[in-house]
């Protein structure tokens, strides 16, 4: 069933491209997709992604079940409204999806998981909460907006400026609750701002004022290319449940160090790493003419890999893309790409090609 976000009527009337995304009607840009880009890069522009999920887990034994679930360790979440990032994992390693945690008590935490993944996601937390004194509530109830680029705190206090003393302070990775908002200092983009929650019968309210200070709408397009230059994983291109995170750039995110914890999948990713041998996702810049995509054959003198995400940069004016390549390669070996029948050349890089509204490439 095709679903509608609560800023759907908003953004047609904006004149947005609407496309179904994981059953969502949601909007591909405004007008200009580079446009958008730039304006995130370069001052403040927002994106509608109330179609992903929040989950409230509440329980005595929330903690307990969430160092089950989750490669990465909650534990380390002390202060209220600090943040974690994770893999959520099968028994074989396999991603079935990555998610934000905020933590507010050891018994109250709000988990954020992707559109696509949101059913299944909901539906394996419950299954692996049978044993734990925890609930899990999805929240359909609320919209949710990423308001992002330099100048995304100002235009956000601007538009409501009564948040700047209780938001000011935040930290990366930081989430207050206000009046019944959350806003959270995280994005999808590689820029500052906010991504806040609110009840869905103010989501229009919300956006119109962001409007009036001065951001810009932006469709999932520009949210694309902004995260491949940030260097951001996307479930199901750079990792799904066919691909462990150990391969996908993601191994800070596996929190091995507490022996006695026995997470989700650890067997597995422990066997997996002793082995050796791994496989690494890094960066390419294409060198020659050309666009890079998805699934195109990387050749390497160390073996074969595969592109998993790939796009015109606006930012660098370059075709990128992230690789799943063979162990052995370098940050700065030159490796060819099978595009349309020919050889291109392209360069590896680190996989962070543009934040901060500048090039993060050095010597390139």
Not at 52 to 81: C, H, W, Y
Not at 110 to 128: F, H, S
Not at 149 to 156: C, I, L, T
Not at 219 to 233: I, K, S, Y
Request: aromatic content about 8%.
């Amino acid at each position: 069933m095709i679903q509608k976000t609560p800023l759907y009527d908003t953004h047609v009337a904006a004149g947005a491209k609407i496309v179904d995304f994981a059953g969502w009607q949601m909007p591909i840009n405004y007008g200009s997709q580079i446009e958008e880009h730039h304006c995130v890069r370069r001052d403040a522009g927002m994106f509608d992604v109330s179609h992903m999920l929040a989950i409230d887990l509440v329980g005595a034994e929330s903690q307990a079940f969430l160092r089950r679930l989750l490669a990465n360790d909650v534990a380390k979440l002390t202060v209220p409204g600090k943040a974690l990032y994770s893999c959520m994992l099968q028994e074989d390693g396999g991603v079935i999806d990555d998610l934000i945690v905020y933590f507010f008590t050891p018994e109250n935490y709000r988990i954020v998981v992707n559109a696509g993944t949101a059913e299944k996601d909901l539906a394996w937390m419950r299954l692996q909460a049978a044993n734990f004194a925890v609930s899990l509530t999805p929240r359909r109830d609320l919209a949710m907006i990423a308001v992002q680029g330099p100048q995304a705190r100002e235009r956000f206090w601007t538009a409501f400026p009564v948040a700047r003393s209780y938001s000011v302070t935040l930290g990366i990775f930081q989430a207050i609750d206000w009046d019944g908002w959350l806003i959270a200092r995280t994005g999808y983009t590689g820029e500052d701002g906010f991504e806040i929650a609110v009840p869905a019968e103010e989501a229009a309210t919300v956006w119109q004022k962001l409007v009036e200070a001065g951001v810009k709408p932006a469709g999932l397009g520009a949210r694309d290319t902004l995260r491949l230059e940030a260097g951001m994983n996307l479930y199901g291109q750079d990792m799904d449940e066919s691909q462990n995170p150990l391969e996908s750039g993601l191994t800070w995110t596996v929190d091995f160090k507490d022996a006695g914890r026995n997470f989700l999948g650890k067997s597995a990713l422990a066997g997996r790493q002793a082995q050796g041998n791994l496989r690494t996702l890094l960066g390419l810049l294409l060198l020659d003419k050309g666009v890079l995509r998805s699934h195109q054959q990387v050749i390497t003198k160390h073996g074969n890999g595969e592109t998993t995400s790939g796009s015109f940069s606006p930012t660098l004016n370059a075709s990128i893309a992230l690789a799943r390549l063979p162990a052995g390669v370098a940050i700065g070996d030159e490796v060819q790409v099978a595009i349309r029948d020919k050889l291109l050349k392209a360069k590896v890089v680190k996989p962070v090609f543009a934040r901060n509204g500048q090039s993060q490439l050095q010597g390139v």
